[in-house]
């Protein structure tokens, strides 16, 4: 469940990408995995009306979170918006403490008062999630500069959909953070919808890392769905924030399997999924978790059974957050106003 562990990143790994440790590609297979189950578990109890809050499911963008989080170091801070079980899961949040949050419990990670869109975790580096687009963008910068201030070295990183480059703030956050050489990280998760208008629609250009370019922010694209891909970028874009050479901008490519709010946008009726069939399932045919599997077994001398073991470790870790959950109480009603901020 931990972050990976600081030996294993080493710098060499930029040099000879072929050389990736067998201990990471468990952890990025394992972190992908645990995502993925986590998701999927949820689709039943949504669908009967046990889970009270919106649920924004990442399946199908596990390689980002888990890419990107396996680059950072414990004390590296994150950030997330309304879709970030993946981002809580990859950079080390507790399993337990995630699904009871999304139960409302009062062991979740927020007490069972924020749901699944209000994650965190100071001790886990996870300082927030909120779901107002684009609005834990300038609060990344802000844990940039004071790490910046207090020479901690420490990275922040910023997870946001493109959605988010509808929102003003974002540019106002990349030119400071640019005048800055803030130790800050974009990373937009770029799944071609914003809600259930395609990207295609709100934007003359379609390549959103170019937004970065005027301000002097060094930005690449990358392939979202290939793990060890999101991986590399984001260990170049540590190395550089680590060195006053930040921020860096990286835009992942990927899809979401699963409706935007729910499992699938048309069982409620609504019927806005308006994605065509062939898009989606060119995309499922890029799945990260199927996708990163068939590298396991093709380049890194994995099998099935390597597989096998994973897949039923994950399965047990969900059954024990079930029952955690199960056994844990509701927030006691009384107490409804005590973490509210009142003047
Ligand atoms: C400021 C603001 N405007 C509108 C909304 C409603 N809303 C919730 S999620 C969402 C779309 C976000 O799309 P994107 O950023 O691409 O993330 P994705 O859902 O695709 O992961 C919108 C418009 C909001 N939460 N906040
Ligand atoms: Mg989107």
Redesign the pocket.
Known sequence: MLPLDVSTKSTDLMKDVSKYPKELLIHLYTTMLRIRLCEESLVEPILCNKIRCPV?LYSGEEAVAAGVCAALEAEDYIFG???SHGHFLAKGGSLNELIAEIFGKETGCSRGRGGSMHLINPDRGILGCA?????TIPLAVGAALASKIRRQGRVSVSF?????TG?GVLYESLNFSALRKLPVIFVC?N?L???HMPIRKCRTNEDIYEIAKPFDILSIQVDGNNVLEVFKAAMMAVQKCRNNEGPVFIECKTY?LRG?VGPDDNIQGTHTDIRPKEEYELWKKKDPIASFEQVLLSNYKFNRENIEEIRSRVTKELETAYQFTKHSPYPDEREMNKYVFKE
């Open positions: 924004h918006n309304h879709r779901p107002i687009v684009a609005g946001f959909g493109d959605g988010a929102e998760e799944n919808y914003s809600t979401r935007h």
